[in-house]
């Protein structure tokens, strides 16, 4: 969302304060925190707007430092004037205001320029295991804010295969510890293991990609898949059983999930008729601005669907299932085959609804939507604003098989229902890897950042995808990913793990997701004169993701371009584009295709420039993150991260 500043009044209900949490799955909730930061460098390079908040009407005020220690001057944090309500950043830590009625508000005091993280890989087993802090054998992840002790607290659900969804904790978004599952093997779950045709127990029900949102009334709901482990015999032909459930619980805590009721079933048989179906999995909720509720799913066949769900009770709202009662399996083939008699029509621009199904949202070979929310966007451009106070839908898609070339696409919509659309306003498609067909923005693929700091074990980017998208209470946007990687000596069964990134909207109100992991680095604007100030000679490293096969033998590499203070970018010495920077740290950059070898660049991209730990060359650095603009059926992100001098 564009924020014209980071300076607001804190009044309860306002429309102000509302708009900076307006990406979070619940819409009914509301922020409670914010983040400003204090100049660790001694730059001079900040604004007002970056290291200033106003909160109105605070009655008392705490505060502890960054290792989370009470001080007993909390003006050594932050300092608050009365008067104006303005606090202003001081040191690293929290700032904990009391309000009239008691409600508490929390002032993030963050460095300017990001520290050391603690966080880095170490190039052992750890990183990928369970047991390690770095989301190692994370897959499928679904994020989660709460309070806890009067601080926030990160829960990641996600698939855990037999006995029930993962489930990790972190207080900083940096390092997780396991928990445990939702479920255990003694979970009762009679009408689940009756469709997919074995127990929990055994481990022939198994637990894929979860989403898990806070209910209205208190406690959780997990929304989840149930898959066969092994296909399932019915009259000679062999079928794939899944369901989509909702399980329910007080706590977060391992083990405390218990079954509520069935949302969505699905048979496939093996063979071409499979081949076009609607999988009941991956389901992931969004809320619209008038606080429906609504569950997107699906998983290759015919695409991605959606279903509106009751706000009150978490299923369907249609109520297809009466009594909780299963369908049969001969039942649901018949459900599929009144999907597969109209899904054709979606791209000609006729919208496919099926009474169980749900509407359509994409089509093609994608699974596991996500569909985000942001209200009050200003569209502007280096001229100047377009438009303001818009409310869009921000959708991603995984596109082709998880293990092959997963690639993170999507769209935007006005509507949460879609239709989904890239930036030049194309249908969200994927036909096959790398087809001519494919349509929407393409927001990540594998890549490779090149010369890397000598002792850096950081790793490449492979096959990322089945990513959630969430706010947290201080209005930071999050993409949580899978990532495969080969860094680990695996060349024919890459490790996985998951990864923590920030997200912004450009000026054009596009999604363009930070390169580089999430290392404590604030959202803030930069200029021009920062930007160059702490760049090598100008010096970047680019990386442009385009429509390739983009598997994990074919990650795309960075190269080196320089941005020099006349505006123009150069490769290897000679022309090949220009750039400006305008507002709140937005850049436009155009090139002449073809002019950097190696590097697919569109000509033209929308962005912004933001503080990174940039966890390949060790350092605190700038990163720059684009979406293409350059017209066509699609349009792909373009990374760069300065060859930063700070610390160096």
């Given amino acids: ?102 409600e508490k508000f929390r002032v993030e005091v963050v460095p300017a320029y990001p520290t050391d993280p603690g966080n880095q890989y170490d190039g052992t087993a750890m990183d990928y295991s369970q047991q390690g802090k770095l989301l190692g054998g994370c897959h499928d992840p679904s994020l989660i804010e709460v309070e806890e002790n009067g601080a926030p607290a990160y829960y990641i659900f996600s698939t855990g295969w037999a006995q029930g969804n993962e489930i990790r904790r972190s207080t900083d978004l940096l390092t997780w510890d396991f928990m445990g599952k939702a479920t255990g093997s003694n979970t009762v779950l009679s009408k689940v293991e009756t469709w997919i045709g074995g127990t929990n127990d055994t481990g022939f029900v198994q637990w894929w990609a979860p989403d898990i949102v806070a209910a209205p009334d208190g406690g959780y709901w997990l929304y989840t898949c149930c898959v066969s482990n092994a296909k399932v015999n019915l009259d000679g032909i062999n079928y794939s059983m899944a369901c989509i459930i909702l399980m329910e619980s007080d706590t977060l805590e391992a083990e405390s999930f218990r079954y509520k009721g069935v949302l969505m079933q699905s048979c496939i048989p093996d063979g071409a008729e499979g081949a076009i179906d609607v999988n009941s999995i991956d389901p992931q909720i969004i809320y619209d601005a008038d606080g429906k509720m609504y569950m997107a799913y699906g998983s290759f066949g015919t695409g991605n669907w959606m279903l509106e769900l009751d706000p009150k009770t978490g299923l369907r709202k249609d109520k297809m299932y009466k009594n909780d009662t299963f369908y049969s399996w001969q039942e649901v083939r018949e459900f599929r085959t009144e999907a597969v008699t109209v899904y054709g029509g979606y791209l000609s621009g006729d919208e496919v609804s099926t009474d169980y199904y749900g509407t359509m949202i994409s089509q093609g070979a994608m699974e596991a939507p996500v569909i985000a929310r942001h209200d009050n966007v200003t569209i502007s451009d280096e001229n100047g604003v377009i438009e303001e106070g818009k409310t869009y839908y921000y959708s991603m898609h995984s596109y082709n098989g998880l293990d092959v070339a997963y690639q993170m696409w999507g769209g935007r919509s006005e509507s949460v229902w879609g239709r989904y659309q890239s930036v030049g306003g194309s249908e969200v498609f994927n036909q096959s890897m790398g087809s001519s067909a494919n349509q929407g923005n393409k927001y990540m693929g594998s890549f490779t950042w090149s010369d890397q700091a000598e002792d850096s074990k950081e790793t490449d980017i492979v096959l990322p995808g089945h990513n959630d998208l969430f706010t947290t209470s201080s209005g930071m946007n999050l993409a949580a990913y899978i990532t495969r990687t080969y860094s680990y000596g695996t060349p024919t069964d890459p490790v996985f793990m998951s990864q923590v990134h920030q997200y912004y909207l450009n000026s054009m109100g596009d999604i363009c997701i930070n390169p580089n992991r999430y290392g404590g680095e604030i959202d803030r604007s930069v200029s021009k004169e920062e930007l160059l100030h702490f760049t090598d000679g100008g010096r970047f490293k680019l990386v442009a993701m385009a429509n390739n096969t983009n598997s994990g033998s074919s990650a795309v590499q960075s190269v080196e371009v320089v ?59 700038f990163t720059v993150t684009a979406m293409g603009h350059g017209g066509g059926t699609r349009s792909c992100a373009l990374f760069m991260n300065n060859i930063s001098t700070i610390g160096g």
């Fill in 563 to 621: 941005l020099s203070e006349d505006g123009k970018i150069s490769y290897n010495g000679t022309q090949a584009g220009s750039w400006l920077m305008y507002g709140e740290g937005y850049i436009k950059l155009t090139f002449t295709p073809g002019s950097i070898p190696g590097a697919n660049v569109e000509k033209l991209y929308y962005g912004v420039v933001r503080p990174a730990w940039l966890f390949e060359q060790g350092k605190s650095g």
């Fill in 1 to 102: 969302m564009k924020k014209l500043s980071k300076v607001f009044s804190l009044v309860l209900g306002s429309v102000l304060v509302l708009s900076l949490l307006t990406g979070c799955k619940n819409a009914a909730e509301e922020p409670t925190a914010a983040r400003i930061c204090y100049d660790n460098l001694g730059a001079g390079f900040l604004s007002e707007a970056d290291t200033k908040v106003v909160v109105e009407g605070a009655e008392s005020v705490s505060a502890v430092d960054a290792d989370g220690n009470a001080v007993s001057d909390p003006d050594t944090i932050a300092a608050y004037d009365e008067a104006t309500g303005t606090v202003t950043a001081v040191s690293e830590g929290v700032l904990t205001l009391t309000l009239k009625g008691g």
